[in-house]
């Protein structure tokens, strides 16, 4: 996937006073509307990112609608140069997700990012602000609130409230997307309105409170769990450190 330099350049900052400039900078750029028709669109795409020590690692994983299947993954390990300030999420996580993007042969319609979009003290959640950089309509899924006032939904699974500015502007929804469990926190990334965000999310929903590609995503950023070393034995020999049902293994 080709991500043109104008992009790019949004997703650095030095320090919390340029990436503040750069989220005003953008605000102009905030679109409400649908920008695609999602009856003809096909792919979409999930994005994560895990962090380890100085490392981050972000993963994306692509859906076809007409298949019905996923269809490509792509992750990258890079270093994590910006802190973890809330409201500022886009400029951590946005230079592990180029890494991975750049990396796909496919074209996706739209995204969907682990985090907010206008609901966020700026409007500037990472979904809007990736929406922009990619010029793609994205969606923010968040397990928690940060930002807008919305009223518990129902117990009952597909309920929803909306979430709202004190002014009544509309963000995003509270999605119940499991009986009797924590909503799901969906907000208006960029280039779509409130029904697409719910249709989009609930294009993969499964028996989980997460959509289907978004714990995909989660899973293929994890790092790795490193294996722990055998100490060995003084007079010991491979053969016999190894547990009795490798050794079966082997034999066999």
Same mark, same amino acid.
């Given at each position: 996937?080709?991500?043109?330099?104008?992009?790019?350049?949004?997703?650095?900052?030095?320090?919390?006073?340029?990436?503040?400039?750069?989220?005003?900078?953008?605000?102009?750029?905030?679109?409400?509307r649908n920008m695609i028709d999602?009856?003809?669109?096909?792919?979409?795409?999930?994005?994560?990112?895990?962090?380890?020590?100085?490392?981050?690692?972000?993963?994306?994983?692509?859906?076809?609608?007409?298949?019905?299947?996923?269809?490509?993954?792509?992750?990258?390990?890079?270093?994590?140069?910006?802190?973890?300030?809330?409201?500022?999420?886009?400029?951590?996580?946005?230079?592990?997700?180029?890494?991975?993007?750049?990396?796909?042969?496919?074209?996706?319609?739209?995204?969907?990012?682990?985090?907010?979009g206008l609901s966020h003290p700026?409007?500037? !959640?990472?979904?809007?602000?990736?929406?922009? %950089? $990619?010029?793609?309509? #994205?969606?923010?899924?968040? /397990?928690?609130? &940060?930002?807008?006032?919305?009223?518990?939904?129902?117990?009952?699974?597909?309920?929803?409230?909306?979430?709202?500015?004190?002014?009544?502007?509309?963000?995003?929804?509270?999605?119940?997307?499991?009986?009797?469990?924590?909503?799901?926190?969906?907000?208006? !990334?960029?280039?779509?309105?409130?029904?697409? %965000? $719910?249709?989009?999310? #609930?294009?993969?929903?499964? /028996?989980?409170? &997460?959509?289907?590609?978004?714990?995909?995503?989660?899973?293929?950023?994890?790092?790795?769990?490193?294996?722990?070393?055998?100490k060995a034995r003084r007079g010991?020999?491979?053969?016999?450190?190894?547990?009795?049902?490798?050794?079966?293994?082997?034999?066999?």
């Amino acid at each position: 996937m080709k991500i043109k330099a104008e992009g790019k350049i949004l997703c650095f900052a030095k320090d919390i006073k340029q990436a503040r400039e750069i989220q005003l900078r953008m605000k102009d750029k905030i679109a409400r509307r649908n920008m695609i028709d999602y009856k003809s669109a096909d792919l979409i795409a999930g994005c994560d990112v895990a962090y380890k020590g100085g490392r981050a690692k972000s993963a994306v994983t692509v859906y076809s609608k007409k298949q019905k299947k996923f269809v490509e993954d792509v992750t990258s390990d890079v270093p994590c140069e910006f802190p973890y300030v809330p409201g500022f999420l886009a400029f951590r996580e946005a230079p592990a997700l180029i890494a991975s993007l750049e990396k796909l042969k496919s074209d996706p319609d739209i995204f969907i990012f682990d985090g907010q979009g206008l609901s966020h003290p700026f409007h500037m !959640g990472l979904a809007t602000h990736m929406g922009i %950089v $990619l010029d793609k309509p #994205s969606v923010g899924c968040a /397990k928690s609130r &940060l930002y807008g006032i919305a009223e518990e939904p129902p117990l009952i699974k597909g309920s929803y409230t909306f979430i709202k500015e004190k002014t009544g502007e509309l963000l995003g929804i509270c999605f119940r997307s499991r009986k009797s469990v924590k909503p799901l926190w969906l907000s208006i !990334g960029w280039g779509v309105d409130i029904p697409l %965000v $719910l249709e989009t999310v #609930s294009e993969t929903m499964g /028996k989980y409170k &997460l959509p289907e590609i978004m714990r995909r995503a989660d899973k293929l950023s994890k790092f790795e769990k490193a294996t722990p070393k055998l100490k060995a034995r003084r007079g010991a020999t491979a053969d016999s450190e190894a547990p009795t049902s490798s050794r079966a293994m082997v034999d066999k």
